[in-house]
């Protein structure tokens, strides 16, 4: 069974920083690839960052330049660090660990930590 346990959310004002972290319950190489996901009520869950386990990110178009997401291996850790938030920042960021099983893949979700930008 695997756990993700997200920290690092909060209240922040526009243009400010915070960094959130997930830590698995197994090495994170073990995955194909680690993100984080942001939702707001009523709409989907939609990509924020990734990292597969070739070490090349993805971010989606709204965060490219203030937000950057890492990885310790050691200490089995995603990092999501984000700079210049916007309001519209503002929703659940939720840990995916992403393992293809066979010809599936399947999804690990944490439990996901607020992150609320005040304009």
């Known amino acids: 069974q695997v756990q993700l346990v997200e920290s690092g959310g909060g209240l922040v004002q526009a243009g400010g920083s915070l960094r959130l972290s997930c830590t698995a319950s197994?090495?994170?190489?073990?995955?194909?690839?680690m993100g984080w996901y942001r939702q707001v009520p009523e709409k989907q869950r939609d990509l924020v960052a990734d990292i597969p386990r070739t070490g090349i990110t993805n971010y989606a178009d709204s965060v490219k330049g203030r937000f950057t997401i890492s990885r310790d291996i050691a200490r089995n850790t995603v990092y999501l660090q984000m700079n210049s938030l916007k309001p519209e920042d503002t929703g659940v960021y939720y840990c995916?660990?992403?393992?293809?099983?066979?010809?599936?893949?399947?999804?690990?979700w944490g439990q996901g930590t607020q992150v609320t930008v005040s304009s």
């Open positions: 197994r090495s994170i190489y073990s995955f194909n690839a």
């Open positions: 995916n660990a992403g393992l293809v099983i066979g010809a599936t893949m399947r999804d690990y």
